[in-house]
């Protein structure tokens, strides 16, 4: 009895902390969500995952194995395939080179930073060309040129452009008399940052294909086995064969995703999350 009085009176205390917590007024956080958008790849694999794991549930009769299936089809295509992800932020690394270096040349001949931001708009290189176009018409428009470039660094989020904007942002501060040379020094960084990715990338590279080599042999391995020697599998028709079956898909599925993360590579941190550029 006494021991159920302590843990009844434990329960009221528990509950009356959550009740006051619960009452505390605290500062709301402003966040802008990256919604996930499945592109037409995306749209593509996810169809055929779902049609092999129907088709292998009807020739096998194994849901964890239809499950399996369905989720090998959905991710190994971009966990083995090419790193489309690296040749992107390559990409955008030397564009952000680029268009520091026609900032840095538009300076020389444009009245300030602004209109040379307008000025570049035009001409900016590809993988950014959006972006840039944003903000030179934000601009434009007259906003503030720290929100603007505010707004240009959470809609590019890379940490290269990170540092150009830092740069732009001190200078529309009062603090841009070397702005050209450090636009320069900035141009030099992010080229040789391009070409340090490109080195690490091609040395991970033989990881991508041992990953490509061990999931092709075990494809190979278990479509024999279902077409020739299908008494080898009986046993997993059972339900203890499908809990060991679904114990093994995520050990290989782990394996997997462990290779793919080992072969490409990271991201740096970037400088200005949650913080203007002007902070």
């Known amino acids: 009895m006494n021991l159920s009085a302590v843990l009844f009176g434990l329960g009221c205390a528990a509950g009356l902390a959550l009740f006051v917590d619960g009452l505390r007024r605290r500062e709301p956080t402003v966040s802008r969500p990256r919604r996930r958008v499945l592109t037409r790849a995306d749209r593509n694999r996810l169809v055929a995952g779902v049609l092999g794991g ?45 268009w520091t270096e ?13 209109q040379a931001i307008i000025a570049t708009a035009a001409v900016a290189p590809p993988p950014i060309a959006v972006h840039v176009r ?28 990170d540092l150009v904007v830092r740069a732009l942002a001190q200078a529309a501060g009062y603090h841009g008399g070397q702005l050209t040379e450090c636009l320069t020094s900035l141009a030099g960084t992010a080229r040789e940052q391009a070409s340090i990715r490109l080195r690490v ?54 394996g997997f995703i462990w290779l793919g993360r080992a072969s490409t590579v990271g991201q740096p941190p970037r400088i200005l999350t949650g913080q203007g550029p002007s902070s």
Do not use: C
Request: charged share 15%; proline share 4%.
């Open 54 to 98: 129907i088709a292998v549930a009807v020739v096998t009769r194994w849901p964890v194995a239809a499950v399996l299936t369905a989720a090998a089809v959905w991710a190994l295509p971009k966990v083995l395939g090419p790193d489309r992800e690296h040749t992107v932020v390559v990409a955008r690394i030397e564009a952000v080179a680029t």
């Open 201 to 254: 990338a091609t040395k991970r590279a033989s990881t991508r294909t041992a990953a490509r080599v061990i999931a092709g042999t075990a494809v190979v391995m278990i479509a024999v086995l279902i077409v020739f020697n299908q008494g080898f599998l009986a046993p997993y028709s059972t339900v203890t064969g499908q809990m060991v079956l679904l114990s093994v898909g995520a050990i290989f599925g782990a």
């Open 102 to 114: 026609l900032l840095r040349d538009t300076l020389s001949s444009a009245a300030g930073l602004e």
């Open 134 to 161: 944003a903000l030179a018409h934000a601009v434009r428009s007259g906003a503030r040129l720290s929100d603007a470039l505010r707004a240009f660094a959470e809609d590019l989020a890379d940490p290269t452009a």
